[in-house]
């Protein structure tokens, strides 16, 4: 009887439940303790434990020793959920005594088992478990709240403050950094713009500063923009309860972020944070430019972090002051933005020459149009979000911005940011653009390879320095590199200039006039319209053309054809006639330009042919793109319809009226230039989300992170379908249920977990 009572007592000490990882891990512990018998367990499993970081779990809350008899059948009541928790799930969370009775023979760790719901427990508990953001406590000394919603804070040295939204700060006494930005105390206010699909920036303090925080008002229209799209939606702080006493600090348009729980529920969020590999190259290379403006090429993988690398830099530039001087060095940086699919500085589909005045501190899908901080030198169209398209295009427009810099801007330092093509063709164009560009350090962002890739660079750098950096891959999966396209594509074309700064109208596009532009008869406002990579047949040139976006293009002269040598001849005997007319003409003072009217109306009769509806097309089936040197883009337009009866187009754009009308009225063309853009599906549902009142198509509750529908589906589609007519709207469709869909396909959901079976079967 005795024995029978004994073995149920060692029965019961065992743990009823438990993952075949912790098992392993067990296992594995003990292995360690046979091989090194002076390791103290229970020391080495306090050092597990706190690097999880999870939660503060001391041994004075569990028994130092195992009780023996009929009271350790139970546990004790004061015993924590957390720890119930993650008794299974962390290794060296288990007293001794059960470690004691584990047998290496009884156990399997290969066979997989079934997640218990401890399990289940402890990886919520662990992904959802806050960790701290900002160190800063306001007090009633260092925190004060307008009723503006101005706060000004007094931070001491070593404080940092992240927040979530939109706000500017105005720097009093002191200094503070972010984003490698150093502000200091100026009457100027620096705009910041946090989504948190983004790594928000951190506000640090080197020495004690005031600030002050102010809400930004005109990012209104850009917020408004949620009821359009679900891409744009809950990027802010929308909806957000405080979870504390300090979090009462939140404004309409700002939220000071203490913890991750005082942000969105059901959000990963993520502070930016620049490696001391990253400090160091940077600060060697701001020293270096103090003597000598440097050329900064910043090259990797996709998502490695070239361009948080790259705005850290400019930022450190152009904020920087030499030591025994208290002016800045450099007043201004060059950008060259050489990445078609996901650019910094214009839209997608297009690369730029960029000059930068001031810091610049937030995504690109928050300034999707020139400013005066951010003035677009010039620009080209690729109409294709990869160099792939056209590699010999990309390479000329490249090098045609690169003759641009330095004719204007070489006095300043230039930071180029190459695409995430590193392989086969890629490394091939990368090369090419070393050799052709010749930058002064080229940074390439990894360090574990690709060896190809790595070998061909540092062969390519013969006159050039090169350095590996760590890559800082981002952590937020919520959107794709598609999403944010469809994102800076849609605030560009709702944006507008109003007195030097950028507003947006949150109306659906089908509520804004369009322009009218004819392209019949002489007076038409194009000269004709082009296809990059693929042109259409002419009978179907108008389907393919309507509702898509393209390339407003500025022909500087009739060159930029790339005409035969018979055409050219005649093009210059042409503009020499017009130019020795003009000279005859002893009332008339104005210099006709190398692309006058004449020449270009006697080249277009050579290259052009019209379609049924009688559209210009420029023909392009030999694969004649634009010169570069000759002509230059000017922005993007949305085919919003096409009148053939009046011959007119239906053009929507951001572009200033003015800057079309003082372009032609230097006797040059436009030409309209399509290609390989994305299509702009989100401009088909815009009146549909609209008209059904902003709701979410998934039925998610505001605070929950968007899940991104590629079409009109669900209880989204029932919401549409009782607001307006849907089949009437073109380019779209509405689905119910799983019709026409395959399995799998109704959602972009983002999966985790994805290692768990293989961490069982390990």
């Not at 060692?10 to 003990?30: C, N």
């Not at 330095?406 to 990368?430: A, E, F, H, K, M």
């Amino acid at each position: 009887m005795s024995t029978n009572k004994r073995r149920k007592l060692e029965t019961d000490e065992h743990p009823q439940a438990m993952s075949a990882f912790a098992l392993r891990k067990r296992l594995l512990s003990q292995q360690a303790t046979s091989a090194l018998p002076g390791l103290d367990v229970a020391k080495d499993s306090d050092v597990i434990q706190s690097s999880a970081d999870v939660a503060e779990i001391s041994n004075s809350q569990r028994p130092k020793k195992a009780r023996r008899g009929p009271k350790a059948q139970s546990a004790p009541s004061h015993e924590s959920e957390l720890d119930v928790a993650l008794k299974g799930s962390i290794p060296g969370a288990s007293s001794a005594n059960d470690r004691a009775h584990v047998n290496s023979n009884d156990i399997f760790p290969r066979i997989p088992l079934p997640p218990t719901p401890e399990d289940k427990i402890s990886v919520e508990l662990v992904k959802t478990l806050p960790h701290q953001l900002s160190i800063f406590k306001p007090s009633r000394s260092n925190y004060q709240k307008g009723k503006d919603g101005r706060l000004v804070l007094k931070l001491s040295d070593a404080e940092r403050l992240v927040m979530l939204g939109n706000y500017g700060i105005h720097v009093t006494s002191g200094e503070v950094t972010i984003n490698g930005a150093t502000l200091r105390t100026s009457e100027k206010i620096h705009w910041v713009d946090a989504p948190h699909c983004h790594a928000l920036p951190v506000i640090r303090c080197p020495e004690a500063a005031t600030l002050e925080l102010l809400p930004r008002l005109s990012i209104a229209g850009l917020r408004s923009l949620a009821n359009l799209s679900p891409q744009l939606r809950r990027l802010w702080n929308e909806g957000i309860t405080p979870s504390n006493e300090n979090a009462a600090s939140s404004d309409p348009m700002f939220q000071i972020l203490y913890t991750t729980a005082d942000g969105p529920k059901r959000t990963a969020l993520q502070n930016l944070v620049s490696p001391p590999e990253w400090n160091r190259d940077i600060a060697k290379l701001v020293k270096n430019s103090q003597s000598k403006p440097c050329s900064v090429m910043i090259t990797g993988p996709k998502s490695s972090g070239k361009s948080t690398l790259g705005k850290i830099l400019a930022n450190r530039l152009i904020t920087d002051r030499s030591s025994d001087s208290k002016r800045r060095v450099h007043r201004e940086v060059a950008v060259l933005d050489l990445d078609p699919g996901q650019p910094e500085y214009c839209v997608a589909g297009q690369i730029a020459l960029v000059r930068l005045t001031g810091p610049v501190l937030g995504p690109s899908f928050c300034r999707p149009l020139g400013s005066s901080e951010v003035q677009i030198v010039r620009s080209h169209a690729l109409a294709s979000i990869s160099p792939a398209s056209d590699p010999e295009l990309y390479l000329e427009a490249a090098m045609d911005l690169m003759t641009r810099y330095r004719n204007t801007l070489g006095s300043y330092p230039l930071v180029i940011n190459t695409p995430g093509w590193i392989q086969g063709t890629g490394l091939d164009l990368l090369t090419s653009l070393i050799g052709s560009l010749r930058p002064t350090e080229v940074v390439y962002m990894s360090e574990s390879g690709p060896a190809e890739a790595v070998e061909a660079l540092q062969e390519a750098c013969k006159i050039s320095g090169f350095s590996a950096l760590p890559s800082q891959a981002s952590q937020l999966t919520s959107r794709t590199a598609a999403h944010f396209r469809s994102m800076q594509t849609m605030s560009y074309f709702h944006a507008e200039t109003v007195e030097s700064s950028i507003r947006w109208n949150a109306s659906p596009l089908t509520t804004v006039p369009p322009w009218q532009v004819s392209y019949l008869g002489p007076n038409r406002g194009i000269l004709g319209v082009m296809c990059y990579d693929y042109q259409a047949p002419l009978d179907l040139l108008a389907d393919a053309l309507n509702g898509t976006v393209v390339a407003i293009v500025g022909i500087e002269s009739t060159k930029a054809f790339r005409c035969s040598a018979e055409d050219a001849e005649v093009s210059m005997e042409q503009n020499n006639d017009d130019a020795a007319g003009y000279m005859m003409d002893i009332d008339n003072n104005d210099v006709r330009p190398q692309g006058s009217v004449s020449s270009f109306t006697s080249l277009a009769e050579k290259i052009i042919k019209t379609t049924p509806e009688g559209i210009p097309v420029i023909n392009t089936a030999d694969g004649t793109t634009l010169d570069p040197r000759y002509s230059h883009s000017i922005g993007l337009a949305l085919v919003r319809g096409i009148d053939i009866e009046n011959g007119v187009l239906q053009l929507l754009t951001p572009v200033p009226l003015e800057s079309i009308e003082t372009f032609q009225s230097g006797g040059e063309e436009i030409v309209l230039v399509s290609g390989k853009f994305d299509t702009p599906s989100w401009a088909y549902t815009e009146e549909l989300y609209y008209r059904a009142g902003g709701e979410g198509d998934d039925g998610n509750d505001a605070n929950e992170p968007a899940e991104i529908m590629d079409d009109v589906s669900g209880s989204g589609g029932d919401d549409f379908t009782r607001t307006t007519d849907a089949t009437t709207v073109p380019w779209i469709e509405v689905l119910e249920g799983n019709q026409k869909r395959g399995a799998g396909s109704k959602v972009w959901r983002v999966r985790r977990d994805l290692g768990r079976a293989a961490n069982v079967t390990d």
